[in-house]
């Protein structure tokens, strides 16, 4: 991969509640649209390994990468330089939550078609 290529790691998780899967879906600010947690992948660091940081600093969720959800690619905008971007996407069950995520503006755990519905990017859409 490119050096320059900006990796983002991003957490499709679910949880069984009553027997039916809930869908956690988060807001990175107050104006941001409805999206799976993601984040930027630290050099050194996998993309797994990324996603399960995530997952506890941010979220405050103990969980388990089930597979690769899929990949997208793009371009992001960086101290005005346009760079190649690329998403990893993680299918992750809940095991455990030590309370309310703390890392986002707001959060929820919904129904799948709720889901879908609720995010903003088409490309978040079809991973799911």
Same mark, same amino acid.
């Given at each position: 991969?490119?050096?320059?290529?900006?990796?983002?790691?991003?957490?499709?998780?679910? #949880?069984?509640? $009553?027997?039916?899967?809930?869908?956690?879906?988060?807001?990175? +600010?107050?104006?941001?649209?409805?999206?799976?947690?993601?984040?930027?992948? %630290?050099?050194?660091?996998?993309?797994?390994?990324?996603?399960? %940081?995530?997952?506890?600093?941010?979220?405050?969720? $103990?969980? %388990? !990468?089930?597979?690769?959800?899929? #990949?997208?690619?793009?371009?992001?905008?960086?101290?005005?330089?346009?760079?190649?971007? %690329?998403?990893?996407?993680?299918?992750?069950?809940?095991?455990? $939550?030590?309370?309310?995520?703390? +890392?986002?503006?707001?959060?929820?755990?919904?129904?799948?078609?709720?889901? !879908?519905?609720?995010?903003?990017?088409? #490309?978040?859409?079809?991973?799911?």
């Amino acid at each position: 991969m490119d050096k320059n290529t900006v990796l983002v790691a991003g957490a499709i998780v679910f #949880r069984e509640v $009553s027997n039916k899967p809930l869908w956690l879906v988060v807001k990175q +600010g107050e104006d941001e649209g409805w999206e799976f947690p993601k984040t930027i992948v %630290r050099k050194g660091e996998s993309s797994v390994r990324t996603v399960l %940081r995530l997952m506890g600093e941010k979220a405050s969720i $103990s969980a %388990r !990468v089930l597979e690769e959800a899929g #990949r997208a690619g793009g371009v992001t905008t960086i101290n005005s330089k346009t760079l190649p971007q %690329r998403h990893i996407f993680y299918l992750m069950v809940a095991k455990a $939550s030590s309370g309310k995520p703390i +890392g986002f503006s707001d959060s929820s755990w919904i129904e799948y078609q709720k889901a !879908v519905k609720k995010l903003a990017s088409k #490309r978040e859409m079809t991973m799911l």
